[in-house]
């Protein structure tokens, strides 16, 4: 038997001894990636890997794993996480156990070239259903090329502040209020300046006769207390008819950085900033008209301890002809058992104003980074 053992280890052994030199023959790998290479070759579960391939490349894995056990009673259906929107109905109570926000990403870097990708799990059950298999197709989120100052593909628009987001287990807190699409564009980068051409998409108009990109401008003021970013939108909608008509949104947004590690973020939104603001709470055209919003989202984030934190977010959305009131809202406790894994509870409510419904939530998150 101890024969049949030793056989057995001088097999794997071997394995492991030509693909080492396979790696190191394929890839010309310094002394010092091959080290980086190898330790990641007898990891078992850790990514977040930086893998200096030669002295102009280098590939980096990273992402996180996240659970949510949810809870959601009330008037206003079970969503995995609140948008802008919701559907009204009989008070009804609801529970689901849920990893679908899980994600991966890869970066690759050539000197000044970089490509990034980021997949997650959030589209429809795809050859599967919540009685056996749980079952969902990864779906891209972000798809980039960046050299020097010009990224073009595939990421969130100009018009976001992501750092004004609040922290939260519902995903990305009161978005009912926030800057929050992810689109194709060409951005231009100066220093706290950005421009960009981005995809046009007339909500309830006529896209197919889109002609023209939307304009976003951004400027980013930063320094040790925080950051506080202004930013402008011009489009051209196109409405069922075929009729041209233009849509001009701003806001401002930031993160202030308060007592010890304290921090206060905020997001104002106003003018015709339509699906760009909200997570459709507020459409870009009603009927032949451009619609008109406002948007408010608030959060204070205070440390109780050096890992022990809460969040208490705010965020409204109001139109004009739509005559749409949407409001969520929530508070938290998170604390992090180690620097990757966090652990935290939430308490919210969602309404729809206009229709004087609402319901309440409670959620417990887990997430690990990598």
């Not at 090329?145 to 987001?165: D, E, H, P």
């Not at 100066?190 to 006529?206: A, F, I, R, T, V």
């Amino acid at each position: 038997m101890i024969h049949k053992w030793t056989y057995l280890v001088d097999i794997c052994t071997a394995t492991f001894m030509e693909i080492k030199h396979v790696l190191l023959k394929k890839l010309k790998l310094n002394k010092i990636a091959t080290a980086v290479i190898l330790t990641a070759l007898a990891s078992t579960a850790h990514a977040g890997y930086k893998i200096k391939l030669t002295d102009k490349d280098t590939i980096e894995f990273g992402g996180y794993v996240k659970a949510d056990a949810r809870y959601v009673t009330g008037e206003v259906a079970y969503r995995d996480y609140w948008i802008g929107t919701g559907t009204a109905g009989q008070d009804k109570s609801q529970f689901k156990i849920s990893a679908r926000e899980t994600r991966f990403n890869t970066k690759y870097s050539h000197g000044e070239v970089m490509a990034f990708i980021e997949l997650d799990f959030a589209s429809p059950s795809v050859g599967g259903n919540e009685i056996v298999s749980n079952s969902y197709s990864p779906r891209l989120r972000h798809g980039f090329i960046k050299y020097k100052n010009v990224l073009f593909g595939q990421t969130w628009t100009t018009f976001a502040n992501l750092s004004a987001l609040a922290e939260a287990a519902d995903f990305g807190g009161p978005l009912v209020a926030a800057a929050f699409i992810r689109q194709g564009q060409i951005r231009y980068t100066n220093g706290g300046l950005q421009l960009s051409m981005e995809n046009p998409e007339s909500d309830k108009g006529d896209p197919s006769q889109d002609s023209k990109p939307d304009f976003v401008a951004k400027y980013t003021f930063k320094g040790d207390w925080g950051n506080v970013a202004i930013a402008g939108l011009a489009r051209q909608l196109t409405t069922e008819t075929g009729a041209n008509e233009g849509a001009f949104g701003y806001g401002i947004s930031g993160r202030i950085n308060t007592l010890g590690k304290d921090d206060f973020r905020f997001q104002v939104h106003a003018g015709n900033t339509g699906r760009y603001v909200g997570v459709v709470a507020a459409r870009d055209l009603v009927g032949e008209d451009v619609e008109e919003s406002k948007s408010v989202s608030v959060a204070y984030r205070h440390f109780w301890t050096k890992k022990l934190r809460s969040s208490l977010f705010y965020g409204n959305t109001t139109t004009e002809y739509s005559d749409v009131d949407r409001t969520h809202w929530g508070i938290n406790l998170f604390t992090n058992y180690t620097p990757q894994l966090a652990v935290g509870v939430e308490l919210g409510n969602f309404e729809l104003g206009e229709q004087d419904v609402s319901s309440s939530y409670a959620q417990l998150s887990a997430k690990y980074s990598f």
